[in-house]
């Protein structure tokens, strides 16, 4: 914006509208990452879903909420808003797949032991439909297909507030035992 351009205003060219914000409170990762670190992989996901641990700063970026999580399997709530819309108009599809790569891993965690982590290794995510403000509640489940001491693979599916499949995906993770090795 120039002060010069006569279709300019305090807020942006004509046609823009008016400027919206967006605000986001996180905690320090830190102390939740101790947690994860300190607990099964089942019970600190019900923590996150309870709320006696501090979500994760991406989850409150972006609103997700840990709906359901047993052994194998976690399923996500998401409501999308137009902050993450792309230029033409729809939810961009790096969301659904953040979406996707989370609730693959949150299900591989929730089968893992105290001292043991993952990391993801890829993810292959197929897009069925586009996701709007107008989609209505997302719902993102994941679930562990084969589990495994070095490497464990996911699936996941995204719907829309109708019920039908927005997005699939699958993906693998490295298995990481961070405990002592035992002495011999």
């Known amino acids: 914006m120039t002060a010069t351009d006569p279709t300019a205003t305090a807020t942006g060219p ?9 605000s986001v ?7 939740t990452a101790a947690v994860a670190a300190a607990t099964g992989g089942l019970e600190f996901l019900s923590g996150l ?8 700063p991406i989850a409150s970026l972006l609103g997700m909420r840990i709906r359901d999580v047993e052994r194998g399997r976690v399923v996500f709530d998401y ?4 902050s993450v819309y ?17 609730v693959i891993g949150c299900a591989v965690h929730s089968m893992l ?3 043991v982590g993952y990391t993801s290794i890829d993810l292959q995510v197929g897009y069925l439909r586009p996701l709007t403000v107008t989609s209505g509640p997302v719902v993102a489940t994941g679930i562990v297909v ?4 070095r490497v464990a693979f996911g699936r996941a599916e995204v ?13 693998s993770c490295l298995v990481i035992d961070g405990r002592s090795p035992a002495p011999s």
């Open 49 to 56: 879903r309870d709320g006696s641990v501090a979500p994760p």
């Open 14 to 22: 004509a046609g823009w509208g008016p400027p919206r914000t967006r």
């Open 146 to 149: 084969k589990p495994g001491r």
């Open 159 to 171: 719907v829309d507030g109708a019920g039908r499949t927005v997005a699939e995906a699958t993906g």
């Open 79 to 82: 409501e999308p808003d137009d």
């Open 25 to 31: 409170i996180w905690y320090d990762p830190l102390p």
């Open 113 to 115: 032991d105290a001292g």
């Open 86 to 102: 792309n230029p033409i108009g729809m939810v961009h599809g790096g969301i659904v797949c953040t979406l996707a790569d989370t």
